[in-house]
């Protein structure tokens, strides 16, 4: 199962406050005292499994496991048995970043749900929040997570190598890359990135999208160590992520243009290639376009971020994210897509997600949200301390 390693070495305790003793399992009980409220429609299992792989060996392990308490237990994929328990709190997603937030939000709701459900013999709905919990889970309980070492050495290695360059082109620039970016000093590493200008970017062989160097998982299948050394010969700086936001080059800086602008392309049989191509770029243009325009003013208007009080001036509005208050009202699916939220939403190039037919949901998303420069949404995503530049 893939995990965020942005922030493995700096991670938060998120767990502390439940006060769980991970060190002690538990035997389930007998089948014999769970009441028919949980028992499944067979009337006979209780626990419901999940085959693992450890150690090149299959292994049985409890997604979640119902006791005769209303409680829920289940196991871990790394250091728990079949027959060994934690409670399924320990499994909940973590608080410290933004990441796992809205999912830990929508985690502690359903157990509580599932404990109401329990209590009043509600087969059918402890059924429903009891899939709700085993979708949610982490696969590993809090004090694994908290351990660097559930990482498999080829990936841990890549983590290091990554952290490491960081650093020294940290101390080598005093901070970002860029010489009138204000953020200094040695803590700086955690919001570098590289920057590859103009130069070409390692392309995943089945997919064919570029593999970030951020992206450790990534590398020991395309030769680890050796090919991200390779890879770090096409970058061209190490800037922060504000000032990479805003680099012509970047995902955000080639920004959608003016579609008045460019070519009308032709679409049809007797169309060339790229009369074709410029069509469905302008027609997407002609739906982002003023999307991208409405939310630049209302960036313009909250006027800077709300951690680090950078200024959004004209031009630098990539540089800035609608971030959150509460990760678990953001909205995802349907006309925001699977990242959701207002990128999500404004990226959008169907007909159905015109400004003038999203201009309301475009209202209520932002209503949601603060604004925070890409740096700022950068530590707070992955539990970073906060910024100490001054502006």
Known sequence: MK???ESTSDVSDDDKDWQLDLSVHHTPKKATCIPRAVVDD???ERGHQVTVIKNGKPRQVYASYAHADGTLRGGCHDCCRHHQFADLMAFAPGDGSARTAAKRTRFVAAYDAYKRAFAKGDQQE???QRATLE??????CSACRHDPGHLSPAVRACKEWWDAKRRELCALNNGCANPECPERGPDVWRILTAEHGSNPKAKHPKTGKPVSLG???AWPSRGGLAAMEVENEQIESWPCHVCHALAPTSNQGRRCPDPATMPKGKQG???TALERKQYHARHKATIRYPKQRYVDEAKRTMGCCAACKRPVLPGTEAAFDFDHRDESTKAKGGLFGKNGGVAGLVHNCA???ALERVQGLLDAEMDKCQLLCRNCHHRKTNGYPASTAVF
């Open 126 to 128: 402890c059924a429903v």
């Open 3 to 5: 995990r965020s390693l």
């Open 42 to 44: 067979d009337g006979e």
């Open 351 to 353: 007909r159905a997600a």
């Open 215 to 217: 992206d450790p998982p």
């Open 269 to 271: 049989k007797t169309s």
């Open 135 to 140: 979708a949610l889970r982490t696969v590993c």
